[in-house]
């Protein structure tokens, strides 16, 4: 396996510097990097090290590195926008190093990490999703062979994007990473084609629904293999209306699998059996002012007492002034704050530490279209975008942040990109059940605040309105704009609020997004900036930043 040893920063090639992993998987780790864009300064990519095998002549490590050029330029012509555009590959020191364009998106590796499971209906839709890619691949005589959920990029809005094509086939190697993924032919050293790519949306489909791959990963990659070549398959349990589909996928003899037509056919039947079985809301259509807001939500927080009880948090804005209730409130420095684990050191202001960890998937909100129906929502028309008269943000694009800002992780368990000068300014407590950290600077009357809480319950847009909303009503001016808006949040459930209110004879505006991480964990983020300042183009690059960098700590 390969294992992330390569220190922070360190530059490969002498041109891309690794500033936090991103994912791990047997054989292949990804990291978060950056590289240099001539005058502009740097911009994001994601980078990939996979291992080779030993005693690989350098001759053959160059041709594989080529074949994974050659292989991206192809799916980037007939599948564009859902395959990673690929910057350069390179052998070096026994490893394959892939640099793509950085995807805003979450891993479904990430997923299964957080020991999150999927409904059928919403892995159903990111299988017909892997099959439009597979499809595409196929007819140009192209077999992925190395996909995992490691492979595969879920974002906010659009579809999932995919990477690693070109990498079976490299070398004489069965399958070089991720062998709980690989078809049994794959195990047995047997010449493969696109039934083994649908034996991995199995596979994949199967984990993501059960929390568990099909075949255990063992300590060896081989003893992996023999497992997913000679065992039977573990029954799944909660794949629902999905089961007939992953069971034919993972056929162990490739010429009983089920094919990509069949396979798509119960995908869509799982799909509007679970969407007509259990009723979702449609998502109604993200207004306008939604769209120019960015992200701050607050969930529900346990308070010291004779008895814990649940209650709200107040409003970011009055974080100078009020906080948690009941809550323990820590110096503005965070010395107070609970330490950070010995492998995420702090940063100059003694509390969070500069790193380059985007968070994939928020999109732009500025210039994006409003987001898609839920994956778990019953399917309907694309809307028609609302008219804006909000320009696009400068910022928007390949993942670049505006000038100045830069991510920091704080040690309570999230990274976000914050602008230059801004510190945490507060943070209340509520024992280690519920926290909220405020982020600002001195003179600058906006504020960015991040909650977190083990007691949210399962419908974000109904903490908004039973639990946060009447706590805020008592707020001087408090007047709520617009409807309280389902979404989804780099992969989450997610529900959006917005709000006025009055501070210090300052009216201010507020935009408050939470999302449910599962197991009744959720995060909240609040943007408040003064009403009058709302729509400058500075604060739109400032939300555009929040939005696409957030990232919750794997738990």
């Known amino acids: 396996m390969v294992k992330a040893h390569v220190s922070t920063h360190e530059l490969v090639a002498g041109r891309y510097r690794l500033l936090d992993v991103v994912h791990r998987e047997t054989n292949r780790v990804s990291w978060y990097g950056e590289y240099a864009d001539g005058p502009a300064g740097s911009r994001p990519c994601l980078v990939t090290r996979t291992g080779l095998p030993a005693g690989l002549a350098e001759e053959d490590a160059r041709r594989a590195a080529e074949r994974v050029l050659r292989m991206s330029e192809t799916m980037a012509r007939v599948c564009p926008g859902r395959v990673a555009t ?94 709980a993924y690989a078809s049994p032919e794959q195990a047995r050293d047997e010449r493969i084609g696109p039934a083994a790519d649908l034996w991995a949306v199995g596979a994949i489909l199967y984990t993501v629904v059960e929390g568990r791959p099909p075949y255990r990963d063992r300590d060896r990659p081989e003893a992996t293999l023999r497992g997913v070549d000679r065992l039977p398959l573990r029954t799944p349990l909660r ?39 259990v009723p979702a809301p449609r998502l109604r259509r993200t207004s306008a002012v939604a769209r120019v807001a960015g992200p701050r939500w607050a969930g529900r927080t346990v308070v010291a007492g004779t008895a814990l009880a649940v209650v709200t948090v107040a409003v970011a804005a009055l974080a100078a002034t009020g906080g948690l209730p ?20 702090a940063g100059e202001d003694g509390a969070d530490r500069v790193t380059g960890v985007p968070a994939p998937g928020a999109g ?102 039973e639990d946060v909303e009447p706590g805020l009503r008592g707020t001087d001016g408090f007047e709520r704009i617009g409807a309280i808006e389902a979404t989804t949040y780099q992969g989450y459930e997610a529900a959006d609020m917005e709000w006025l209110a009055d501070v210090d004879g300052t009216r201010v505006r507020t935009f408050g997004r939470g999302f449910l991480l599962g197991g009744n964990r959720g995060f909240s983020l609040r943007w408040t900036t003064p009403a009058a300042d709302w729509d400058t183009t500075v604060n739109r690059q400032a939300l555009d930043a929040f939005l696409r960098t957030f990232r919750p700590a794997p738990a």
């Not at 991510?407 to 059940?433: H, I, K, M, Q």
């Open 239 to 277: 794949s629902g209306a999905l089961g007939p589909a992953v069971q034919g996928l993972l056929r162990k003899d490739s010429r009983e699998r089920m094919t990509r037509p069949t396979a798509r056919r119960n995908l869509a039947r799982a799909l509007d059996e679970d969407t007509h079985a």
């Open 86 to 179: 690929v910057l350069d590959a390179l052998a070096e020191a026994g490893s394959l190093w892939i640099v793509t364009e950085w995807i805003d998106g979450l891993p479904l590796g990430q997923l299964i990490d957080q020991r999150r499971v999927l409904r059928p209906a919403r892995a159903a839709r990111i299988g017909l999703e892997l099959l439009d890619v597979l499809e595409a691949a196929h007819g140009e005589g192209i077999t992925h062979g190395e996909l995992s959920p490691g492979q595969v990029f879920v974002r906010t809005r659009g579809p999932v994007v995919v990477t690693g094509f070109g990498l079976a086939g490299a070398t004489l190697a069965p399958r070089l990473a991720a062998p």
């Open 364 to 465: 732009t909100p500025s210039s994006a279209p409003p987001p898609a129906a839920s994956p778990d929502a019953s399917p309907s028309p694309a809307p028609t975008p609302a008219p804006s008269s909000t320009a696009a943000s400068p910022s928007a694009g390949a993942g670049a942040l505006p000038a100045g800002f830069r991510v920091r992780r704080a040690p309570e368990g999230f990274s976000v990109a914050l602008p230059e000068g801004w510190t945490r300014l507060d943070t209340a407590r509520s024992g280690d059940l519920a926290y909220r950290v405020t982020f600002g600077a001195e003179g600058d009357p906006r504020t960015l605040a991040v909650t977190y809480s083990e007691r949210v319950g399962p419908d974000p847009v109904a903490v908004w309105r």
């Open 326 to 345: 009941g809550a323990e409130r820590t110096a503005a420095d965070g010395a107070q704050d609970r330490p950070a684990a010995p492998s995420t050191p």
